[in-house]
């Protein structure tokens, strides 16, 4: 049974002042809802962070409800179209916990509910029609949250209409909800395993979410031919230290996640006590980078404002160029801040 009114979390934990004078019908805010996985996790500072509201998400005003501009780039009533070779799909407004951090509050949460069979039906015919589409994100919301049967029936129609675009299913139920993976869930993913594959896109912020019930519910995935990446959120008072995130990304390739992204928290409205400033977050970039292989080290990326699609932050170790006895040299810093030269 989940959390889904502030008296009941009352009941659970103490309520801090600026938790208390919250108000859900704020326009930057989204609803209340804690699955019993993170009720139960709570006591962690940094999972509280990411789903207790607090009167903060009332207070900022200055974001934007759609930073990337999604309503502007829509191919389809649930399809965006954002980038020239990928689409993301919105199955869903709902989610199993909704994170106060949250880029599409503007949507989710918000009753609009499942996708029906002529959106479905619309976003594969547009698909198709754009041969230059090789990605589709199933996302919302969370596509988890539907059932067995309404999954099956989506993926039928997906899969039949595009079998050589790829298909991500992103989702938070594997850190938020692991009972909802079901043996019976990945035989019916597996039905659609032919032409492109599947990946499966978690978000895990913080080593305490990759409990054992977690860790099993993303095995079923691997175990069965899709390989999982992470997308990781730099949040305030959450995973905004370098022990943290290091740990973070040991702990998911030991459970062969593979460190995807790192994004920079988006400008949106009702979020800014949630978000790292970019300084800080190039400074953990630099530290975490000697102590993590290429495997273990997400990309911090930050999604621009106003649809201008994602970049690269990292520090700059190029340095600039000598002529050396009409030779040029690279000048580089190694990640211990040394410099090496390197020929043309």
């Not at 919105?90 to 599409?104: N, P, Q």
């Not at 999954?151 to 009972?179: G, H, Q, W």
Request: proline share 5%; net charge negative; with cysteine.
């Amino acid at each position: 049974m989940a959390i889904t009114e502030m008296d009941e979390l009352a009941s659970l934990i103490e309520l801090r002042e600026d938790e208390k004078a919250w108000d859900s019908s704020g326009e930057s805010t989204l609803p209340l809802l804690i699955s019993d996985d993170m009720v139960s996790l709570l006591p962690i500072e940094a999972i509280r962070k990411q789903f207790v509201p607090s009167q903060k998400e009332n207070e900022d005003t200055i974001g934007s409800l759609d930073p990337q501009e999604e309503k502007e780039h829509q191919g389809t009533e649930r399809l965006v179209h954002r980038y020239r070779n990928r689409a993301a799909f919105f199955t869903t407004d709902r989610c199993f916990a909704y994170c106060r951090h949250c880029f599409r509050r503007r949507f989710t949460g918000h009753l609009s509910g499942p996708a029906n069979e002529k959106e479905i039906k619309e976003a594969a015919k547009y698909i198709k029609e754009h041969n230059e589409i090789r990605e589709v994100l199933l996302t919302g919301g969370d596509i988890f949250t539907l059932s067995d049967e309404k999954i099956d029936s989506m993926l039928s129609i997906f899969k039949t209409s595009c079998p050589n675009v790829i298909f991500r299913l992103c989702t938070r139920s594997v850190a938020v909800y692991p009972e909802r993976i079901t043996e019976n869930l990945i035989r019916i993913i597996k039905k659609h395993m032919y032409g492109a594959p599947f990946f499966l896109m978690t978000q895990f912020n913080h080593p305490a979410e990759l409990t054992e019930k977690a860790v099993h519910a993303v095995s079923l995935f691997i175990d069965s031919g899709i390989p999982a990446y992470n997308q990781s959120v730099l949040l305030k008072g959450v995973n905004d230290d370098e022990k943290t995130l290091i740990e973070l990304s040991d702990n998911l390739l030991m459970a062969r996640i593979k460190p995807y992204y790192l994004f920079q928290g988006d400008p949106v409205r009702g979020t800014a006590h949630l978000r790292v400033s970019i300084e800080r977050g190039l400074e953990i970039e630099k530290n975490i980078r000697k102590e993590l292989s290429g495997l273990g080290m997400p990309q911090y990326t930050a999604d621009l404002p106003q649809g201008g699609g994602k970049v690269i932050l990292t520090h700059t170790y190029y340095k600039g160029s000598v002529n050396d006895n009409g030779k040029e040299r690279y000048i580089f810093e190694t990640p211990d801040g040394e410099m090496r030269y390197y020929p043309e």
